[in-house]
């Protein structure tokens, strides 16, 4: 045989030579949750090795991933019931723990680029991402509340914010918004292709945000749909996102994949709580070894084409890189 592909694979130099994909930490951004209070660190049950933490207990915690080579992550609030109401309204108060947590974490990291999260379904008496009326989610009159929720986060100090609602126009609609108060370097991630997933039950564990009534499939993508990703994709393009993401991301493969050779801007991807706890419980049960198959989920979505990938796996793959 004069081609014989195992002369590329005979030793750890040569694979390293040429390995086509390359994964590291600048490629990962790590999702927290917060809460409000003090000496809080409580462990996710359905996600292992996560935690909700309140400002306090987290700014230690991201001093160590900075130290690990982390520098990009997206922060989630967990909201009290209490503070929750049909329109959302405690998400752009002047007393919200999430804007003062952004300008803290800013104030102390000012050298991390921290995302943030855009929906109403943190703050929302509902638990949608858009507002209710009548048992209908309303799209057009959930666009003011979006850039209401953008523009204080922007004032907060955020770097990147990442639209996760699925509401039609909101990229356009929050870009103007944040143009209009000279907020034109807040860059926006959209959640292009969210589709309506089976995946994210450790995710709304931890804020307590499932919906109270209904589900998501009206505004979240169906599953069985690969080119209605690219509808939104070009929409996003359009009214001004700055990056594109896929959610989730390892079922979705192809979809980020699809996006990379039809786009030229960045593309992300978020390897949701469902996919980590699946590879998290096995391990457990001694059917995996962690390392490598927590290595594996990532490498395979860098390799599809995603520039960026939101993983819980983010810190425990800096330890080991």
Known sequence: MKRRPRRNRK??????????????????????????????KTEIKSLPNNFRWSLDTLLPEMDECVHLGLDKFVLF????????????SYSFASDNFYLDAIRQIKERFPHI???????LD??????????????????????PILAKMSIAQAQAGIDIIGPSDMMDGRIGFIREA??????????????????????YGPFRDALDSAPKAGDKKSYQMNPANKREALIEAELDVLEGADML???PATCYLDVIHMLRENYDLPITAYNVSGECAMIYAASANGWLDYESAMTEMLLS???????????YFAKDFARIS
């Open 11 to 40: 030793s750890h130099a040569i694979r390293s030579m040429v390995e086509e994909t390359k994964l590291g930490t600048e490629n990962l951004i790590y999702p927290l949750f917060i809460e409000d209070g003090s000496g809080v």
């Open 77 to 88: 609030p967990a909201v009290s019931e209490e503070l929750k109401d049909s329109l959302a």
């Open 113 to 119: 680029e921290l995302m943030s999260d855009v929906a």
């Open 122 to 143: 943190p703050y929302s008496s509902d638990g949608h991402d858009g507002l209710v009326r009548n048992g209908k989610i309303l799209n057009d009159e959930t666009l």
């Open 178 to 199: 944040l143009d209009a108060e000279d907020y034109k370097d807040v860059s926006l991630m959209s959640y292009s292709a969210k589709y309506a997933s089976a995946f």
């Open 245 to 247: 993401m896929v959610k």
């Open 301 to 311: 979505i860098r390799r599809a084409g995603a520039d960026g990938i939101l993983s």
